[in-house]
């Protein structure tokens, strides 16, 4: 009988109420622990971001100079096993020039790749600055700059949980870059250096497409700023759930790198001009100044999460656009010297003169005009007068009205014996 029977069944530990509450319990704790650490937690110091962000551009454009090698080698490889077709020459043309190579260039400009020191370029900073200083002082003047920045924000590219953007403050700073330290290398048409840390020869620089690269440091130290209004929609589960006011300042406190500037030679069987191709390198140093505000009523200021995600993204706009392995190429118009392009001599005080004859010229038109348009307002002064004049005289009556009988003759007039 007692194996028949059943056995009792256990009771739980834990109640449905318990369970309840310490489920929200672990869910609180859950959300403190990601509002900390996440949003509010003590972002890494600037010197170890950078030194990170500096290894992955380091090892990324290592990767891109090995595979630019391998490439290099496999070509060479395939060119080597085929045929080369021996092209006869013409004996009616003469022979053109030797190309100048980047030995003989530098050759017969005296400068030494090896031995030559570095110039300052202060005579660069001081154009550089006359430049900026009136870029700057046409901002003031003019919309142009903040009409372009509003509609660059508010492009087609914005999501629909972003409404529009709107710029609270814009300064272009104060202060100029410093360029320094300017020398010339020779690199090739993948932009590589000729072995570096060995002497320079005249040989390794006779592949085509090789040239010659300036390279020289920048440095700037100012606050340039741009701070923009936003509100961040909730369109789930219905259209505007929830606006979240959001207001960014980015400013750009300091710069600094290294610019590389080298000119591609025009073809004209491709018929392509000359270019101006620039790039940073990898070593550069880009800090940020980012400050936030999050809410209406209730506000969050300075989220250092915010600010990281905002900071690495426009490094990687950055690194996306001007920096090796990447480049910006500038088409440059003919530099061949041209009569309309022409001023100054002769040609100033011919242009001086024909101005001040136009001048003179509109101002004599612009007299007979008023001449004119004052001949005009009299006369028609004069008409209205002569107009008023006869419709007077059509409303007051003659004698010879009054005395007039019908039926008799224009000009008669009937005897009357008028008492004296």
Not at 270 to 282: A, I, V
């Amino acid at each position: 009988m007692a194996q028949d029977a059943c056995p009792a069944n256990s009771e739980p530990t834990l109640s449905f109420t318990q369970g309840f509450i310490l489920g929200q319990i672990s869910i609180v704790l859950l959300l403190a622990a990601f509002i900390k650490f996440f949003i509010f937690g003590d972002p890494p110091s600037a010197e170890i971001t950078a030194s990170i962000r500096a290894a992955e551009r380091r090892s990324r454009t290592t990767a891109h100079k090995k595979s630019l090698l391998s490439l290099r080698e496999s070509n060479t490889r395939q060119a080597g096993q085929q045929p080369t077709l021996s092209k006869k020459k013409s004996s009616i043309l003469r022979p053109s020039p030797p190309t100048l190579t980047i030995g003989s260039i530098l050759d017969k400009t005296y400068y030494k790749v090896d031995s030559h020191q570095p110039e300052s370029l202060d005579w660069f900073n001081v154009l550089v600055a006359q430049t900026i200083a009136q870029f700057r002082s046409d901002a003031q003047h003019d919309d142009a700059i903040l009409t372009s920045l509003t509609k660059a924000l508010n492009g087609t590219s914005r999501p629909d949980f972003v409404d529009e953007i709107r710029v609270t403050e814009l300064s272009l700073g104060e202060d100029f870059p410093i360029f320094s330290n300017c020398r010339i290398i020779p690199v090739d048409e993948d932009g590589l250096s000729f072995q570096p840390g060995k002497a320079f020869d005249a040989s390794m620089a006779t592949r085509e497409g090789a040239r010659l690269q300036a390279r020289m440091d920048v440095d700037l130290s100012d606050l340039i700023t741009l701070a923009v209004e936003t509100k961040l929609l909730l369109n789930f589960p219905k259209r505007l759930s929830a606006v979240l006011p959001v207001a960014l300042a980015v400013s750009v406190v300091r710069f600094s790198g290294t610019l590389s500037i080298s000119f591609v030679p025009s073809n004209p069987s491709e018929n392509t001009p000359t270019k101006m191709t620039f790039t940073f390198l990898d070593d550069y140093r880009l800090d940020f100044s980012i400050r936030s505000l999050m809410g209406s009523r209730s506000r969050l200021q300075d989220v250092p999460k915010i600010a990281q995600l905002v900071e690495s993204r426009l490094h990687r706009w950055f690194d996306e656009r001007c920096v090796e392995p990447r480049f910006q190429e500038i088409a440059l118009p003919s530099m061949w010297p041209r009569k309309k392009n022409t001023r100054g001599g002769d040609e100033a005080i011919a242009d001086a003169e024909r101005s001040m004859s136009k001048t003179k010229g509109m101002e004599i038109a612009k007299d007979l005009r008023t001449e004119a348009r004052r001949e005009v307002e009299a006369e028609a002064d004069s008409r209205v007068d002569r107009g008023h004049e006869s419709l007077r005289q059509r409303r007051r009556p003659r004698a010879e009205d009054l005395f007039s009988m019908p039926g008799s003759m224009p000009g008669s007039m009937p005897d009357l014996d008028i008492p004296t």
